[in-house]
């Protein structure tokens, strides 16, 4: 049996260092609370992010799903370095990015880029399309003349299935999803490997989801891009994800293959997100099992001792209060945090 510390070590597990582009380990990001208001002293910590180990690989897409607040979208601008992380490490092609220096930063961003959730307030409205686009190539210096800006611009924004002419246009002249594949062609204009894509589609309307989700499928294999895929709709994580990686209040509680989750989920919190999936069909609706889970998810500010998910859990046992389970391979390639998975252990 393997755990999630032991196989960093190696690679994790089955795949071999050369294979993997970004590498989290034990990634801790904590808020201070403060009080007073003129000598101001931190009084507590929000815990958003505590004790978070994954790898991707390079051309995969790994999908990170949960409920809201749980931490997903802090990871994801941590590996960015857009917050400092309190603790561990960001492993980025062999390169460690949170003991880097600004300048260093500012050389690997051009191969890290994001994809926000909203697209009404992710761009400049007082900026064209064009200029949106275009402006990492200057900030970079990846183009030598207005010529070869106005091309490179053109193209970007044929890639993202939009016209030319439109960049001369403001953000507000255009649709929902008009706007996030301008956010997609600004992500794509420093010719980045790794994306962060948080929550690109949450805001938009069903049938716009399934032509981003399809555009973004097409240019990671045209541009061999590498993604961690933020969302909360687990059927369009099954979509474009190869693995898919479970958390839960700070904390990755299950990490599979996209249908190994789906048709064997281990962790009890898994098994309650697929339960609340719709299905399509009514008759195999109205038989499927229903997990309701009991009360609210606990504060980050205090939570609960042992497993995180313990006071939710309807398999809990005495000790998942008082032990925090490591995430561990308790399958191939199946990594689980309940000391009830079948495989587990015991302690």
């Not at 006071?311 to 191939?332: G, K, T, Y």
């Amino acid at each position: 049996m393997t755990t999630m510390t032991e196989a960093d070590q190696r690679g994790n597990g089955a795949s071999p260092e050369n294979d993997i582009l970004v590498e989290v380990k034990n990634l801790q990001m904590y808020f201070p609370v403060t009080a007073g208001i003129i000598f101001q002293r931190a009084v507590a910590q929000i815990k958003a992010v505590d004790d978070v180990s994954f790898f991707v690989k390079k051309g995969e897409t790994l999908g990170l799903v949960g409920e809201s607040g749980c931490g997903k979208t802090t990871t994801g601008r941590c590996i960015l370095q857009l917050y400092k992380p309190t603790g561990g490490q960001v492993v980025f092609d062999g390169q460690e990015l949170t003991s880097m220096s600004t300048r260093q930063m500012r050389v690997m961003r051009r191969r890290m880029q994001v994809i926000f959730q909203d697209p009404y307030s992710s761009l400049n409205p007082r900026m064209t399309a064009g200029n949106i686009i275009g402006e990492p190539l200057i900030v970079h210096g990846l183009v030598n003349n207005k010529e070869e800006y106005r091309e490179r611009v053109a193209e970007l924004l044929q890639n993202v299935g939009l016209n030319p002419y439109m960049a001369d246009r403001f953000p507000h002249e255009f649709s929902g999803g008009q706007r996030q594949r301008i956010g997609v062609a600004r992500a794509l204009s420093v010719d980045p490997s790794f994306i962060v894509c948080d929550e690109p589609v949450s805001a938009l309307d069903v049938s716009i989801q399934a032509q981003i989700v399809n555009l973004l499928e097409d240019l990671q294999e045209q541009f061999d891009l590498t993604y961690l895929f933020i969302a909360h709709d687990l059927s369009v994580v099954r979509h474009i994800s190869n693995r898919v990686a479970v958390m839960y209040l700070g904390h990755i509680v299950e990490i599979a293959d996209r249908n190994e989750i789906y048709a064997n989920p281990l962790h009890p919190y898994t098994r309650a997100l697929l339960s609340a999936v719709p299905i399509p069909d009514p008759v195999i609706d109205a038989q499927r099992e229903r997990i309701l889970l009991s009360g609210e998810v606990p504060s980050p500010l205090n939570p609960p001792s042992g497993c995180v998910f313990h006071p939710r859990c309807p398999i809990a046992i005495d000790s998942c209060q008082q032990v925090i389970p490591e995430l561990r391979e308790v399958e191939p390639d199946h990594w689980a945090a309940c000391i009830q998975s079948p495989g587990y252990g015991s302690y």
